[in-house]
């Protein structure tokens, strides 16, 4: 089945509004894109019958025939089936009555498809939420310098020891959304660690001890980690230049503030560190 939405919709005039003449079907054929074959199985179950033969037996459709034509191809495209159309056809309807009806189907689709895609959206986000995130996805979402050197310098230093096994398995698994938050919630940390630099807050106060305890929880997005491993990440804050890069430059000093905050909280819970 070839049928497709009649050219113009209604093929029954001319411009002007004068009637149109009895059309061959090679012009039907092209004014609604059926085929040749379609045209002769709807004369020969009497769904469209050309009104008109010539003296040499050639159809000829007429004004009616292609109103009635232009139904059949659009209830066609609304999924009716043959037997369906022609009893809708025979009911005695006007042209008004199955453009309202056709309209109301046209509409209803539409509904149903609008529905059909919100319901297919979801289902996606639903997968691609749930999949582990791609490298590329990582770059997008914290830069190109993404963590690569967090790791490199976590592997130098712990490659060998449970906590970097433990972090390689836990954030193999973490979707897009798992690192999104990851992501909020450093730049939250970040945020809160440099209002108590700003706002003169001792480093061994309540409130950077605060901050250290949610530092030390974030850093098991990726492995266990104890109040001394902790301590000896925020050395590196000092002692390496690309840490302290990345933190002075939220602040500067932050990356001083952020060790000593760490360091104090560590020494509450019996963590004795020599800075």
Request: charged share 25%; net charge negative.
């Amino acid at each position: 089945m070839t049928d497709t939405t009649p050219h113009h919709a209604a093929a029954g005039h001319h411009e002007g509004g004068k009637p149109r003449d009895p059309v061959t079907v090679g012009t039907v054929v092209g004014l609604f894109g059926v085929t040749r074959r379609t045209l002769h199985h709807y004369d020969e179950i009497g769904l469209v019958v050309p009104s008109v033969r010539t003296p040499a037996g050639y159809r000829l459709y007429t004004e009616a025939d292609l109103t009635r034509l232009q139904h059949v191809v659009v209830y066609r495209r609304l999924g009716f089936a043959l037997e369906e159309i022609a009893l809708l056809l025979d009911q005695p309807d006007s042209v008004e009555a199955h453009l309202h009806r056709q309209r109301a189907a046209v509409t209803t689709r539409l509904t149903e498809l609008k529905g059909l895609v919100q319901a297919i959206d979801h289902a996606l986000e639903a997968v691609m939420t749930n999949r582990p995130i791609t490298d590329a996805e990582k770059r997008e979402l914290f830069g190109e310098g993404w963590g690569e050197e967090y790791a490199a310098e976590a592997e130098r230093r712990w490659g060998e020891n449970a906590a970097w096994k433990q972090s390689q398995e836990r954030t193999a698994r973490y979707t897009k959304a798992n690192w999104e938050r990851i992501q909020a919630e450093g730049d939250a940390l970040n945020v809160d660690f440099a209002r108590l630099l700003d706002e003169g807050a001792p480093a061994d106060g309540d409130e950077a001890a605060s901050a250290a305890e949610a530092h030390r929880r974030s850093i098991e997005w990726h492995y266990d980690c104890s109040h001394e491993m902790q301590t000896e990440l925020a050395q590196m804050y000092v002692e390496d230049v690309r840490f302290t890069a990345y933190y002075d430059g939220i602040r500067p000093g932050l990356a001083r503030y952020v060790r000593d905050a760490i360091v104090a909280n560590a020494a509450r819970h019996g963590v004795r560190v020599a800075t």
